[in-house]
């Protein structure tokens, strides 16, 4: 069992930065893939980022890499997002998750999910 807890949400300008923290609880989190999704209104969860168990493999949305960056640190359950360079169509919920695979973009393999935080972008 996993549980995770999304933090770092907030309000920002277009072109400003946020980090996005993942939390986790569990001891199966060290070797779960963890991702990030996220869900605008009006539209359907998407992926945006993914990073294996040891770190070594990461996978990016094409309308993310390069402003984008995910990491972890198992030492202390957790999992970042670093976003930068951000425009107001990155505004929606995110979200993170746990996988014992690496699927990193199908969403329905992912076993465990947290409550999501908020991230606005205006222009």
């Known amino acids: 069992q996993v549980q995770l807890v999304e933090s770092g949400g907030g309000l920002v300008q277009a072109g400003g930065s946020l980090r996005l923290s993942c939390a986790a609880s569990?001891?199966?989190?060290?070797?779960?893939?963890v991702g990030w999704f996220r869900q605008a209104p009006g539209k359907e969860r998407e992926f945006v980022a993914a990073i294996s168990w040891g770190g070594g493999a990461k996978d990016y949305a094409d309308s993310v890499k390069g402003r984008f960056t995910i990491s972890r640190d198992n030492a202390k359950n957790m999992v970042y997002l670093q976003m930068n360079s951000l425009k107001p169509e990155d505004t929606a919920v995110y979200y993170c998750a746990a996988d014992q695979e690496f699927r990193p973009r199908d969403q329905y393999s992912y076993d465990y999910w947290g409550q999501g935080t908020q991230v606005t972008v205006s222009s």
């Open positions: 569990g001891r199966t989190f060290s070797s779960s893939t």
